[in-house]
């Protein structure tokens, strides 16, 4: 069995990301350096292109010192 995600949860939660991101003024090269990504990573994972890893959401809370709940705190 095939496993799908949800596409409109993959852009909600790259929306939700870049909209914290930009009310700390966080650059997306800046997020990628302290998570140890290129800025093209950050973009796709923001416009929702890409399912991301655990990992990845786990440091972008961190760097961003939110809760990783508040990561997905979205209507999709």
Not at 13 to 40: N, Y
Not at 42 to 67: C, D, K, P, Q
Request: aromatic letters at 6%; a positive charge.
């Amino acid at each position: 069995m095939k496993i799908q995600y949800s596409k409109k949860a993959v852009k909600s939660l790259g929306k939700k990301i870049r909209e914290i991101r930009m009310k700390q003024k966080i650059s997306q090269d800046q997020l990628a350096f302290e998570i140890g990504t290129d800025q093209k990573q950050i973009s796709r994972i923001e416009r929702g292109e890409i399912n991301t890893s655990i990992a990845h959401i786990l440091a972008i809370a961190s760097v961003l010192n939110v809760h990783v709940k508040e990561l997905w705190d979205f209507k999709y």
